[in-house]
């Protein structure tokens, strides 16, 4: 059976990939596939309700395993009722950060054990991997001040200070060099319109060429 593909795009505040990811799915809309874009945490309504605790209010207000705990029950959620039938259906997934997010803030940044993480990483989501990640990388003075103009105060994890956000952009690019093949990372300082032709280009190359007719896509 031919299933969709999953493709998640990465990184720090500011870096820009909702704009990147309704920019992808215009792109794909226009070569006749069906595409579903969605987030973490959140995607569904019982993940935004878990999304709404884990954003707001004090920095320190969740233990480091619980956070964890908090991200993967949303997860779960997401990916058993939204993610997993629409690559059934052969729909593409485009999704606004997934599992390398909590490898980067709660693991990297928040020193959670990696152990933990890829054990809760099975518990939730089982074998299911993105076919391909975009990590989007900018220096952390520019995302965060990004990320301040559109959200004046921050959220939680933009309060978070610069110690933590530089170690969550090492953790990221560690990311991506430990997962060649899933992951390729994006200068996330060029223009919005170059970033967005790069990342068309990695999934034309990736994917495009193996969408068959009988899925009804014209390529
Ligand atoms: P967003 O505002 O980029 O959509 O993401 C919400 C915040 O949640 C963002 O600051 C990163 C954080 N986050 C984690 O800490 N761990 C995770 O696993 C995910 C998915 C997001």
Redesign the pocket.
């Known amino acids: 059976m031919t299933t969709g593909f999953f493709i998640t795009l990465e990184g720090g505040?500011g870096a820009g990939?909702?704009t990147q990811i309704k920019l992808l799915e215009e792109r794909l809309s226009a070569h006749n596939i069906e595409v579903v874009r969605t987030?973490?945490?959140?995607g569904v309504p019982s993940a935004e309700d878990i999304?709404n605790l884990?954003?707001n209010g004090e920095t320190d207000k969740w233990l480091p395993l619980t956070?964890?705990l908090l991200?993967?029950a949303?997860?779960h959620e997401h990916i058993a009722r939204l993610v997993e039938p629409a690559l059934i259906e052969g729909k593409w997934v485009l999704c606004?950060?997934?599992?390398?997010?909590?490898?980067?803030?709660?693991g990297y940044?928040?020193s959670m054990d990696m152990k933990t993480i890829s054990t809760l990483y099975e518990l939730a989501v089982g074998n299911l991997k993105p076919d391909l990640t975009i990590i989007l990388d900018l220096p952390v003075e520019v995302g965060l001040e990004r990320a301040e103009e559109r959200d004046v105060g921050g959220?939680?994890?933009?309060r978070m200070g610069i110690e933590f956000h530089q170690t969550l952009r090492d953790g990221f690019l560690q990311i991506a060099e430990d997962n060649p093949g899933r992951c390729s990372v994006i200068d996330a300082t060029q223009s919005i319109d170059a970033i967005s032709v790069q990342i068309f280009a990695l999934v034309e190359e990736r994917f495009l060429s193996s969408v068959t007719p009988s899925k009804g896509q014209t390529v």
């Open positions: 505040e990939k909702s987030r973490e945490p959140g999304r884990l954003v956070e964890t991200h993967f949303a997860r606004d950060r997934f599992a390398d997010s909590t490898t980067a803030y709660q940044a928040q959220t939680r994890y933009e």
